[in-house]
Structure formats: structure tokens, C-alpha cells
């Protein structure tokens, strides 16, 4: 038999936070780790009082009994804390902490990570300390609810039950840490509590994504980077230091995809020891009706506000095209996508179809939903760009509706991303069976040119020397959605939704099933070697 955790703490900067990729990977995971550990289930991230509580809904009767001990426990260094579940599927117990107290024990705290973990913080700059010292507060908490929890292990506690472990030592835990920023808590368990075994997750590496930000050849001259050098060089010494530092000690390091698995093992000196793919929480995609009238409201909407920002009518045959995600101009793709609107607006003025005028064609509207990303509306022919300068989460001026309410409305969506570890964007697309275009360079992209559904995920191959070839393919691809018969729309759209359906959380899991397995082992491991260290 398999061993699993009896309780999961898991921790990310994005829980309760939504200003990245990593938010939307937790929060629609967790309904599939509710289901295997109903409650043992426990998030951990930082408290941003009003801003955590558009997701956050607090809950003192949880763990009560521990917050009052905690209170105690840490009353000469306080960590304030608030208990209450995750708004998302599966509304996981979730645990928002300050760390403020630990402000004044900065230079203690990286001194203590430098002797014992060779932790560069010596260079630090930006976001560098606010993430550390949460991470570090937020072992301190795992640690402290792992002593109460395993001193409580055979009692029902404010409404969790522990299940026995099948191991005669106790209860397993497992502490998994998603990216840098929380890296701290995992050489806080370490060193103070090694009995939990411990996971990190790198989404992107940080100095990959450094050298594709910084416009320098990522792939062309990849194995003649070296992660540490590099790291000097883009002054991102004590990030790289901490990314590097957690994956070397980590009981189990994993990564999304294989292109960043490859980033791993030449810049950070190791070798994942197993993916961990990206799935998608279907329970967010409508269903039968309810899926009809939500795009058709979807698309309502979208043609009113187009009208209004192009100051003309939308006609209600037009395509709409989306690209969305972070301002990250190259990495993103965005630099790709406008210059294949270019391209198609030329396509279409000279190569309207038979016995037909240019102004007779498709008309396209293309969204760009990227945050601060603000210019005036475009018109160039049968082609016009509305930009989105906005987080849709329900409340922006534009809209007023959140990404997924207007992402089903689009006919097709296009990420031709550079740096792309895995991809949430186009897996989002395919599960609200619109169809999509991404690259080779993205974790998805890659996962999906092998499976037999080719309609719905278009993978254009993309490397440092094509960029003008892959924004023509993009315009040809669009193009060609742009005339496709309604019966091969269809045939698209439900290949689209074939591909979200294999990415699914309730296949994925599988894969943090083995973490876990692998964590617990060499934690067992790693505890059985420190004890025989000690004896002798």
C-alpha cells in the first residue's frame, strides 16, 4: 500500500490573493484534494485584511482551541492569524497570517539561513523580504498545528478528524511550498520541525524567465547557461539563491511541465523528481442551458463594449479573438500577437475570398485583457484591437464581469508565448470549448501536440529565430477560424473541450499522489539518518 499524507499544509503567496497563474492552479486543485482529504487539507498565505476577503471567509470555530494555544505560544513574537475556508470548489480550511513581528529579526533570520542552508541574502532587493519573512512565519504555524494536531490525533478537533496513518510512528504530514517566495517555510521545517516531510513546486525558474525577459537567446544557447552565473549577472543572486537552495532540500521537488523540468536540471543544478502538470476544476465551466445563455450574454456584452470603445457597430457575426495574462510584453507573446493582427488585416484587405470585396469579409475584434496594458482602440481594415487594461474579477469599469463570464463568449484565443511553463490561459480556453492557438515553447503547448485532438489546440513550433514566421501562422490560423462552416466550428469547439476534459484534476492528481509518496519516504529517510547522526 501507497503512503499518503494524513494532512496536507500547503502554502503560496496566491492563496487567498489573485494576482497570478499560481492562484488559479491552487484554487482549482483543491477541490480534488478536499475529495481524497476531506478537511486535512490546510492552505497557508499572507493576510491582506479587506483585499484576502473577496476569497477569504473567516471561520473561528476552526481550530479554536489551537488559535488560543498559538496566541499563547507566540505572545512575545506575535503572528496574528485568521482561520476560515478558501472561496473556490472545495472550499479548502485556509490560514491567513501577518509576519510583521518578525520584521526586527530580519538579520537573524538570514543569518540563520546562510549558516545553515547557504541562503544568499546578502543581495536582496524588491519583494525579497516580505516573502522570506512570511515564509518563515509560515513554518513557524505548520509547526505549531503539527504538534497540536499530532498530540490530538485520536480526538475530533473543532471540527476535523484525523484519520490513522497506516505508519505505527504517527500521523504524516506534508508541507508543500509553491515557488521562491515561500521557500523559508520549508528551511524553517528543516531545521525545527524534520518530521514533516516537505514538497517545493517551482512554477517558472527564476533566472529562465529572467533570460527571456531580458531579450537574451533562452533556447538557442541553453546549455551554456549557467543558473549561479546568470544570477550575478541579472542581479537576482539571493532570489536564485532561495529557488535553488529549496529545491536542493526539499524532500520532493517537482515542476509543471518538462520544458521547465529541463530549466531545472541546467540552472538550478537539479533534477525534478517528478512533473506535476497543471489540471482544471471543470465544476467552473456551465453546463447544457446554462452554458448557452452564458454565452450568449458573453458575447452581448462584448460586442456592446467593443461598439462603444471603436465608436461603430459590432456586427453580431463577427470573430472574437482574445489574449490575456501578464504584462510580460516578449514571454507573453503579446509583441507576436500584435504584429500578426497586422498581418491579418493585410491578409484580409488582399485576399478576400472569391467573388467578394475586402469590407465583405470577417470582421475580427481582438481583446487584449492584460492588466496596466492600456492604449486607444485600433481599427486597420476588418480588424480592430480593444485593450482591457483591467483584473476582470467582477468589478472592473469596462465590464463588469469577471475573465471566465467573457471568455466564453470569444470564438478563439491565442497565447503564442516565448516563456511559458506550463500555460493556464489556453487550458482555460479549451475547458469553455473555445478553441485556441499556443506554442511549442508553452508546458501546455507541448502536453497537447501529443495527444489526438488537433482542431481544438493548434501548437505552432517556436524558437529564438522565428518570430516573424510564427506571427504569419498565427494570422493564417486565425484567418482560417474566421472562415471555418458552422458544422467545422463545432468539430473545433469540441475538441477544445476533448483537450480540457484529459487535463482535468481528477486525471492530474495522480501525479501529487507520487509527490507526496516520494516526500514522506526520503523525510522517513532523512529523520532515520539525523536520529543514527545523533547516536553516534
Known amino acids: 500500500m501507497t503512503t499518503q499524507p494524513d494532512y496536507i499544509f500547503e502554502t503560496s503567496w496566491e492563496v487567498c490573493n489573485r494576482v497570478g497563474g499560481i492562484y488559479a492552479v491552487l484554487s482549482t486543485r483543491a477541490a480534488s484534494m478536499q475529495a481524497e482529504h476531506p478537511d486535512q487539507v490546510i492552505f497557508f498565505g499572507p493576510d491582506f485584511g479587506a483585499h484576502s476577503d473577496t476569497w477569504f471567509r473567516e471561520d473561528r470555530s476552526l481550530l479554536s482551541e489551537w488559535q488560543r494555544h498559538f496566541a499563547q505560544e507566540t505572545s512575545h513574537e506575535p503572528i496574528p492569524v485568521r482561520v476560515g475556508r478558501w472561496a473556490v470548489p472545495g472550499n479548502p480550511i485556509t490560514i491567513l497570517l501577518r509576519f510583521d513581528s518578525l520584521w526586527p529579526k530580519k538579520d537573524a533570520i538570514y543569518g540563520w539561513a546562510w549558516q545553515k542552508f547557504a541562503v544568499q541574502s546578502h543581495a536582496a532587493y524588491g519583494d525579497y523580504d516580505e516573502s522570506c519573512l512570511f515564509g518563515y512565519a509560515a513554518g513557524m504555524v505548520m509547526e505549531s498545528l503539527y504538534k497540536y494536531l499530532t498530540a490530538k490525533r485520536s480526538n475530533s478537533v473543532s471540527g476535523l478528524t484525523a484519520k490513522r496513518s497506516n505508519s505505527t510512528s504517527g500521523l504524516n504530514f506534508c508541507a508543500h511550498a509553491n515557488e521562491w517566495q515561500t521557500a523559508f517555510s520549508i528551511f524553517y521545517l528543516e531545521d525545527h520541525c524534520p518530521e514533516i516531510a516537505t514538497l517545493f513546486t517551482t512554477h517558472a525558474t527564476g533566472i529562465g524567465r529572467s533570460i527571456a525577459g531580458n531579450g537574451k537567446p533562452l533556447y538557442d544557447y541553453f546549455e551554456g547557461y549557467n543558473g549561479d552565473q546568470m544570477a550575478q549577472e541579472l542581479n537576482m543572486v539571493s532570489k536564485h539563491s532561495v529557488e535553488k537552495q529549496a529545491a536542493h532540500y526539499a524532500d520532493c521537488f517537482t515542476t509543471v511541465s518538462y520544458i521547465t523540468a529541463r530549466e531545472c536540471a541546467q540552472l538550478l543544478d537539479k533534477k525534478v523528481d517528478i512533473e506535476t502538470p497543471n489540471g482544471f476544476e471543470p ?67 488582399h485576399s478576400p475570398l472569391p467573388d467578394q470585396l475586402p469590407m465583405d469579409n470577417p470582421e475580427v475584434v481582438a481583446f487584449v485583457m492584460i492588466p496596466y496594458l492600456d492604449r486607444a482602440p485600433i481599427r486597420n481594415g476588418n480588424v480592430s484591437v480593444v485593450f482591457v487594461p483591467y483584473y476582470l474579477d467582477g468589478n472592473d469599469p469596462m465590464f463588469g464581469k469577471t475573465y471566465y463570464d467573457l471568455l466564453i463568449g470569444m470564438d478563439v484565443t491565442v497565447f503564442p508565448s516565448y516563456y511559458e511553463p506550463w500555460g493556464y490561459t489556453p487550458l482555460e480556453s479549451c475547458a469553455f470549448h473555445v478553441p485556441t492557438i499556443t506554442t511549442s515553447l508553452a508546458g501546455f503547448g507541448e502536453w497537447a501536440a501529443r495527444q489526438k485532438e488537433r482542431y481544438g489546440v493548434i501548437v505552432i513550433e517556436r524558437n529564438d529565430s522565428n518570430f516573424n514566421e510564427v506571427a504569419e501562422q498565427v494570422a493564417d490560423d486565425v484567418l482560417r477560424f474566421a472562415r471555418l462552416k458552422p458544422e467545422e466550428v463545432a468539430l473545433a469547439r469540441k475538441e477544445a473541450a476533448a483537450i480540457a476534459k484529459k487535463a482535468d484534476w481528477k486525471h492530474f492528481f495522480k501525479y501529487y499522489r507520487e509527490a507526496y509518496e516520494i516526500a514522506l519516504r526520503k523525510a522517513k529517510e532523512r529523520v532515520k539518518k539525523q536520529q543514527t547522526t545523533k547516536q553516534a
Open 283 to 349: 465544476t467552473y465551466v456551465p453546463k447544457g442551458k446554462a452554458f448557452d445563455k452564458k454565452r450568449a450574454e458573453a458575447r452581448e456584452v462584448l460586442r456592446r463594449v467593443a461598439g462603444e470603445q471603436l465608436g461603430g457597430v459590432v456586427p453580431e457575426n463577427a470573430l472574437f479573438v482574445c489574449i490575456s495574462g501578464r504584462q510580460e510584453w516578449k514571454n507573453k507573446g503579446i509583441d507576436v500577437f500584435a504584429r500578426a493582427m497586422d498581418k491579418l488585416a493585410q491578409k484580409i484587405y
